[in-house]
């Protein structure tokens, strides 16, 4: 059977509903009413209250995809998107809940069953990492989640990791518990001979990724830092979506599979450059594109507009990264992101309409965005060029690289590049302080203290 984005998401929630799920739609992915959280980062947010038990579910079993933007807070993957290949700005989430109904059987065997009898995933590829326990929470190995693995996996496969892997949170605060996480080793036969795969869990390795995180959610961390039990326990699995097609689709990359492709062709027809040959700078910018457009796009169509603050700023300085990869790497110096949004909208309007439905907003927002900060970059680079040309053979100082940064929203690593193609060097140490300083003069001015939920 051929795997296409659209039959793997089916599938999943086909599997749920056989299994007495409600299937419900993704939340925004703009979030309006949680001050711990700027935008979903995971698919349990919107079920956050009745972790909390302080509402009730329709429904104590559901499951979803959900929309999902990790760029800001707890969970922030920017600065890794595009240089590598299993990163995402807002990538889709794959999950099943059960609120106080099963918990850790149910939810181990059925994701092995998923993923081993309905998507056929190779067991011999599959490892399992569990909660290994930690003192200062006072918290034990997670015995029970690895005897119930013992019973399906081979023991040898079972890992036993710290809380940075294997206790999850949402944010500072809020509804948590120790995870066992799903990896899969993509590697070719001869990598596998060379290398044991085990070695390389949670070690940044690109085709050895966990895929599912499996939360046994059964504490609420205080603002104090302390974990109280909660009424209840419950189940919150995360999927990625993005890396399982990688899986399914025998690909190297996220970026190869079929979710991706039509986006970066796009870019690959506007900018006439190549995709995967050998400039990898190249590659780097047309991932960046590729998948910053679904990020602003979503954003745009669940009701926030780029702007200077908040997670307007966060939405324009994704759009901004885009622009100036395509810029800088690609020779993009007119508007061309917003002419992703069609090939967006071809793509993901059947699961997700509200993109359907803004489309040509979505489209002049990211024009107007484009093509004020293309005016942007251009004053940018002719104060850059003054300024090299009255102090030759001199390292750029780290005062105006800031100024530049600062009042001209000129990228710090674009005003590298320019000093590097003259070959000089920006005093980054002088730049790193102003910045801190300005860190400083605007945390004082607006500190916001979140108490408990
Ligand atoms: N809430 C599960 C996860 O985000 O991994």
């Not at 793997?8 to 703009?30: C, G, N, W």
């Not at 290949?85 to 149910?106: I, P, R």
């Not at 967006?344 to 309409?353: D, R, T, W, Y």
Request: charged share 30%; with cysteine; proline share 3%.
């Amino acid at each position: 059977m051929e795997w296409t984005s659209k039959k793997i998401r089916e599938t999943f929630l086909d599997f749920y509903k056989r299994k007495d799920h409600q299937i419900v739609a993704s939340a925004p992915m703009v979030v309006k009413n949680d001050p711990t959280l700027m935008f979903v980062n995971a698919g349990m947010n919107q079920f956050k209250e009745y972790f909390l038990g302080d509402s009730e579910p329709k429904n104590v079993r559901v499951s979803d995809t959900q929309k999902c933007l990790r760029v800001s807070g707890k969970h922030n993957d920017l600065e890794e998107v595009g240089v590598d290949t299993y990163h995402h700005t807002m990538f889709e989430m794959l999950g099943n809940w059960s609120f106080g109904d099963y918990f850790k059987k149910e939810a181990i065997e059925w994701a092995w069953e998923l993923l081993t009898e309905v998507y056929k995933l190779d067991k011999d590829r599959i490892y399992i990492s569990v909660f290994a326990g930690d003192k200062n929470d006072n918290l034990e190995l997670d015995g029970e989640s690895k005897e119930i693995w013992k019973g399906l996996i081979d023991e040898t496969r079972i890992l036993e990791c710290d809380r940075k892997d294997n206790f999850w949170e949402m944010g500072e605060t809020g509804p948590c518990g120790p995870c066992s996480e799903i990896h899969v080793d993509l590697r070719s036969e001869e990598e596998r001979a060379q290398i044991d795969g085990k070695s390389l869990v949670n070690e940044d390795h690109p085709q050895v990724v966990e895929i599912w995180n499996l939360v046994f959610i059964q504490y609420n961390r205080k603002a104090n830092g302390e974990l109280v039990d909660l009424p209840n326990k419950h189940i919150d699995t995360g999927m990625g979506f993005e890396r399982l097609a990688m899986a399914l689709q025998n690909k190297k990359s996220n970026y190869d599979t079929d979710i991706f492709m039509p986006l970066i062709n796009k870019v690959v027809s506007i900018s006439g450059k190549t995709y995967g040959a050998t400039d990898s700078k190249q590659d780097v910018a047309i991932r960046v594109i590729a998948d910053h457009v679904r990020a602003i796009s979503f954003s745009i169509a669940d009701g926030q507009l780029p702007s200077n603050i908040g997670a307007g700023y966060v939405i324009r300085r994704i759009l901004r990264r885009a622009i100036r990869y395509g810029y800088s790497f690609l020779a993009l110096n007119e508007p061309f992101v917003n002419k992703l949004v069609e090939v967006l909208v071809a793509e993901m309007g059947g699961q997700f309409p509200e993109i359907k439905l803004q489309q040509s907003l979505i489209t002049k927002v990211i024009l107007e965005e484009e093509e004020s900060f293309l005016r942007t970059l251009e004053k940018g680079i002719s104060r850059f060029e003054n300024y090299a040309a009255k102090n030759q053979d001199k390292n750029i100082d780290g005062k105006f690289a800031f100024e530049l940064y600062d009042t001209f929203g000129f990228p710090i690593d674009l005003t590298e590049l320019l000093a590097s193609e003259k070959g000089l060097h920006v005093d980054m140490q002088e730049f790193l302080n102003c910045l801190q300083q300005q860190k400083d003069r605007s945390r004082a001015a607006t500190i916001i203290k979140t108490d408990d939920w």
